[in-house]
């Protein structure tokens, strides 16, 4: 009688212990799915830049983009994060190992499979952020643009061809320019400030252009005027575009973690061969429904 009860536990205590693991996040469901998200993501975004609609290829430097092309650029990243998600969330949720005790609780068990998805969604997410993190670190490190004191200009990226026309001249500058196109650079990016330009800035601008082109007075402060209207109208596109992309891309991850978890419960139930959801199968019946409409 001893050894019998002594036997029930232990099976009993086993299965406790299986079904907290069943119940645990299955990491290599989670890997697998972060995995077929970043693929499926490379694939769209390789075709979105081969189209025009990355932010890489919209234009030479993305700042003379229209405000139309960076709105049609931003829909399209939040599509193909729709689409990355979703595949990565159904992978996730598909490939994770059904829950023993959670067969019988519907509630639980797709709150198991979104959770799978969701946690596919994250680490995708942060596998992309260090990626371009990494990325970004190794351009700036080799960008040649430089002050003669070794630190990079943050101007030139931005204003490169307004300080190309402030400077230019038919004789070749005698002097290094980095350091004169640096600090031209910071007193153009002021023009969007409050205040705009000052007054010295403008002069001291204007005697920098007479003294490295050897145009006269009246000719540098003509071109210093019209680099500072230049300047102030880019300063505003690049910052518009800047925030339509950072909306899009906010919004995209955002949506992104709700479809990663649709897709997989979808995926979850698909594994254990069970229909879908009511919330889902409704709006099915929803669209089903519409096309089968007769068009008057």
Do not use: C
């Amino acid at each position: 009688m001893a050894i019998e009860t002594l036997v029930r536990e232990d099976v009993m205590e086993g299965g406790l212990v299986a079904a907290e693991e069943s119940r645990s996040i299955q990491w290599s469901s989670v890997i697998a799915g972060a995995f077929a998200s970043g693929a499926m993501s490379f694939i769209l975004v390789s075709f979105g830049v081969a189209i025009g609609l990355g932010v890489s290829s919209a234009s030479p430097t993305w700042r003379d983009a229209s405000a139309a092309l960076a709105l049609l650029s931003g829909l399209y990243l939040i599509i193909q994060a729709i689409i990355s998600f979703g595949f990565g969330g159904y992978i996730a949720g598909r490939t994770a190992r059904p829950a023993p005790g959670l067969a019988t609780i519907e509630d639980d068990g797709e709150r198991r499979d979104g959770l799978h998805g969701l946690a596919s969604w994250a680490m995708a997410v942060l596998f992309g952020a260090t990626l371009l993190a990494i990325i970004g670190a190794a351009a700036l490190e080799r960008s040649p643009v430089r002050s003669a004191s070794g630190n990079a200009s943050s101007a030139e990226p931005l204003l490169s061809y307004e300080l190309d026309k402030l400077f230019r001249a038919p004789r070749r500058p005698p002097a290094d320019m980095r350091e004169a196109r640096a600090e031209a650079g910071r007193i153009l990016m002021t023009s969007s400030s409050h205040s705009g330009v000052v007054l010295d800035d403008r002069n001291y601008l204007a005697q920098q252009v007479t003294a490295l082109t050897g145009l006269s007075a009246a000719d540098a402060e003509k071109r210093v005027d019209a680099s500072i209207v230049d300047a102030h109208t880019a300063i505003n596109r690049a910052r518009r575009n800047s925030v339509i992309v950072a909306f899009s891309i906010a919004a995209a991850a955002l949506i992104g973690a709700a479809v990663a978890w649709a897709a997989a419960v979808a995926g979850g139930r698909h594994r254990d061969g069970e229909p879908l959801p009511n919330w889902m199968a409704s709006s099915n019946r929803f669209h089903r429904g519409r096309r089968a409409m007769p068009v008057p």
